[in-house]
């Protein structure tokens, strides 16, 4: 049953505690505050999650922990929180601001070392959530979808893939933007630095020279006796697994006859290697509840798992599902520890549930200040914190 909502920031228990935490939030710089917990252990690695919530906090949670340690408050309104991490772990590229502003954020500090307002005088611009950041850590990409507001109608532009230097600073301007396909949802970067874009099809991209090519056929993929694909697809995930990996649903029909009385309905994955840019789909098995999300175990790629209002699991060379446990309310994105030996769901409320990819038991919780996570996804790497 949903739980109600809870104030986890509490009060102080004396004016001492209150002085201290006062002081931290005013030493916090560049419009972001910062909440710091300490804990036992620091400064050894652990498997780090960053994640989003309302009003527009970005949360930067010890996993090994199980608590928040930092709290960052950003500049603006939430939406849609979807987060990118630098490669070396030390900066969390934030779209947010109803799906508008890019805030990188110091992961140690809080601090605000990176921002772009991608609306401009009279063009708005509105990402959904494709945000990546090159495998060097030197460029930050965006898909962008921006409309000219004119006094007496909207002009709706070319979409555009935008390209930022990630050391440009505050109030950053692209370095250039380049034609890219439109309705594209969820972005990622390739070892050779590709930047995939995943929308009606999985796109490759060279950030350079604009160049685009198919790299994984989705609704125009022609399979015999299976309907057009449908993919929800608007949480970047596979990060641990170096990955871009989403879901699609279909129906396979008997025979030519397509009737849909008679059709199988299946759950399926698209997968790009990340390392080497090949491309996978396959069914890991059968479509009988609604799912949001899903990816494969850490070195268990014979494991994928799928939740929404359920925590599923699936033998993807059987295409069957094996296990399956009931949620105490919805989570819409999935994820793991880096080691595949914990999985963490995220996303709709204010809390991160713990669970065992082995026998699907709950292990915990994480609750979150603030309000909701909405469409925000989680991202996880390993780290000194």
């Known amino acids: 049953m949903l739980k109600g909502l809870r104030n986890s920031a509490g009060l102080g228990r004396s004016t001492h505690a209150l002085l201290v935490m006062s002081m931290a939030l005013l030493a916090a710089g560049c419009d972001a505050e910062e909440t710091s917990t300490t804990f036992q252990g620091e400064g050894a690695a652990s498997d780090v999650m960053v994640v989003m919530n309302k009003p527009n906090n970005l949360h930067v949670v010890d996993l090994g922990q199980r608590r928040v340690i930092r709290t960052c408050e950003l500049p603006g309104d939430f939406g849609p929180g979807t987060v990118a991490v630098a490669p070396d772990g030390n900066t969390a590229y934030a779209l947010t601001n109803r799906f508008e502003n890019i805030y990188g954020v110091a992961i140690d500090t809080c601090e605000i070392v990176f921002s772009a307002r991608q609306s401009q005088g009279e063009e708005r611009v509105k990402t959904f959530a494709g945000i990546a950041v090159s495998k060097d850590g030197r460029e930050l990409y965006t898909h962008q979808s921006p409309t000219r507001l004119l006094a007496d109608r909207y002009e709706v532009q070319g979409a555009r893939l935008a390209v930022y230097d990630t050391n440009g600073g505050l109030d950053s301007l ?212």
């Open 174 to 385: 692209p370095l250039r933007t380049l034609p890219a396909p439109r309705q594209i949802t969820i972005m990622a970067t390739g070892e050779d630095g590709t930047v995939y874009l995943g929308g009606r099809d999985i796109f490759a991209m060279d950030p350079s020279s604009g160049e685009v090519r198919v790299a994984l056929p989705s609704q125009s993929a022609d399979i015999a006796l299976e309907s057009q694909r449908d993919v929800l697809s608007v949480w970047p995930l596979g990060s641990v697994n170096n990955e871009m990996v989403r879901m699609y649903s279909a129906a396979r029909f008997q025979d030519e006859s397509q009737d849909m009385e008679t059709a199988d309905w299946i759950w399926g994955y698209e997968r790009i290697d990340l390392a080497t840019g090949a491309a996978e789909d396959r069914v890991f098995g059968p479509l009988e509840v609604v799912l949001f999300s899903g990816m494969a175990r850490p070195d268990h790629p014979e494991q994928f798992f799928g939740v929404l209002t359920q925590l599923k699991k699936f033998d993807v060379a059987a295409a069957q599902e094996v296990a399956s446990v009931d949620l105490e309310h919805s989570y819409y994105c999935i994820n793991f520890a880096t080691d595949g030996s914990e999985l963490y769901l995220a996303g709709t409320f204010n809390d991160i549930a713990i669970y065992d990819p082995d026998t699907l038991e709950r292990l915990g919780n994480i609750q979150l200040p603030g309000g909701d996570m909405s469409l925000a996804n989680s991202q996880v790497f390993r780290r000194v914190l």
